[in-house]
């Protein structure tokens, strides 16, 4: 049953009567990402849910940004100038890298890299598949495989890095402890860091895939982020606030193309919404994309229009749930203030010296599900400004 009102995102999201089960809902991910914090339901996940929070918490997230953002400058240093290549691709690959080394600690060039990302791609395309059993020569297969290479490799990093003061995601996971000083067994590091690794990276590339693509038809925006960013000499923790338009684009790019178009949940028990009687084992999918496009909070809502985000339009506070691309209640997105410091790292490493443009004119086909991601890439060029 698809939900596609604003108040019924937040009646299912917000859950007031423990009536919906994220386990269930997004039970399609449970053989590859079975153990992941999405698929736990209520105490269960909140206890999980607060331990996870130990490694968002500011120092934490001043360390990652130290980590990151030298790296992504580094990397982007390799992109050509005036050759066009494909930007999604690129993103990914960039993204991947960037990731191994802020969460596991990895060096850029880390020989291992190569395979980890290989694997992790091959679970992420086996993640939503037509043929749901892992029969031979099926991508769920390879993406079960996969599965098993990398929760080997990352249950044999547990004991060192618990033992170790590393400042990466998967070392500060292992050290995670509760009130009462008591963390994660081996297995539960395990799941959590695959599911997290799957919920970081391909979010974060389709949304900067879409900031990229408005950024290239509208010239103007892209200037004005290029002399935001140039103003900001350094990107630390200290000056992450500087950059308000970068922060509007990205907002209006997660409002055009959400990375999560659709939120699954699953009734546990009998409801009823708005007069309609709804069976126990219902699933529910809220459709974030079509409220995020709502004529009713949103002026030409089909349009490109950062500034709806400044304080003085203000469309996305026209209702609780009308802009809500990292979902809400127990389960929203744990990781937004760290997609949000990746992008303004990536923009920041790139905007002021390089304009970027289409390498050709077609017209862009998205491919929304599972992630949107331009069928057939967005190819582009960079230019020294
Ligand atoms: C643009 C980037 C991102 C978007 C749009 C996004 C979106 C979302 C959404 C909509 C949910 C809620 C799903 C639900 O209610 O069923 C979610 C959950 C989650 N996200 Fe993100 N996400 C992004 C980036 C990240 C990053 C960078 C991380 C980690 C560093 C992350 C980790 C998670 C985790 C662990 C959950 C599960 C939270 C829970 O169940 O308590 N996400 N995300």
Redesign the pocket.
């Known amino acids: 049953m698809a939900l596609s009102s604003a108040d019924a995102m937040e009646y299912v999201?917000t859950d007031p009567d423990r009536l919906f089960s994220?386990a269930e809902?997004?039970e399609t991910l449970k053989v590859l990402f079975p153990g992941?914090?999405?698929l736990?339901d209520f105490d269960d996940?909140r206890a999980h849910?607060r331990l996870?929070q130990t490694a968002f918490r500011k120092p934490a997230m001043d360390a990652y940004l130290t980590m990151m953002a030298p790296a992504l400058a580094r990397m982007l240093r390799d992109w050509p100038l005036d050759t066009p290549f494909d930007f999604y691709a690129a993103i990914k690959e960039l993204t991947l890298r960037v990731g191994a080394h802020v969460f596991m600690g990895l060096a850029l060039d880390d020989p291992s890299t190569d395979a980890l990302n290989r694997a992790f791609i091959a679970e992420v395309d086996a993640a939503v598949t037509v043929i749901q059993k892992p029969l031979p020569f099926t991508k769920r297969r390879r993406g079960v495989n996969a599965r098993l290479m990398l929760t080997d490799h990352f249950r044999k990093m547990i004991a060192k890095r618990r033992a170790g003061d590393g400042l990466d995601f998967f070392s500060q996971m292992c050290r995670a402890t509760d009130d009462d000083g008591k963390g994660w067994t081996d297995q539960e590091i395990v799941d959590h860091f695959n599911?997290?690794l799957m919920?970081?990276h391909d979010?974060?590339a389709?949304?900067l895939t879409t900031m990229v693509q408005a950024l290239c038809e509208h010239p103007d925006w892209q200037d004005r982020l290029a002399d935001e960013c140039a103003a900001v000499p350094e990107l630390t923790p200290e000056t992450l606030d500087d950059f308000p338009l970068t922060d509007r684009v990205f907002r209006e790019a997660?409002r055009l193309m959400?990375?999560?178009q659709i939120?699954?949940r699953r009734a546990l028990r009998d409801f009823e919404w708005r007069g309609h009687a709804i069976p126990a084992g219902t699933y529910v999918s809220v459709q974030?994309a079509l409220i995020q496009r709502d004529p009713a909070f949103w002026t030409n809502p089909d349009d490109f229009d950062p500034d709806r985000f400044s304080e003085n339009r203000a469309e996305d506070r026209s209702h609780r749930f009308a802009w809500a691309?990292?979902?809400g209640?127990?389960?929203?997105?744990?990781?937004?203030h760290?997609?949000t410091m990746?992008v303004k790292a990536f923009c920041h490493a790139l905007l002021p010296t390089r304009r970027i443009a289409r390498a050709d004119s077609g017209e862009i086909h998205w491919k929304r599900m599972p992630i949107p991601r331009p069928d057939g890439g967005l190819r582009v060029v960079l230019a020294l400004r």
């Open positions: 999201l994220n809902g997004w992941g914090l999405m736990r996940h849910r996870m599911f997290l919920a970081a979010t974060t389709s949304a997660l959400p990375p999560v939120t699954p974030n691309p990292f979902g209640g127990a389960h929203k997105c744990i990781g937004m760290f997609s990746q």
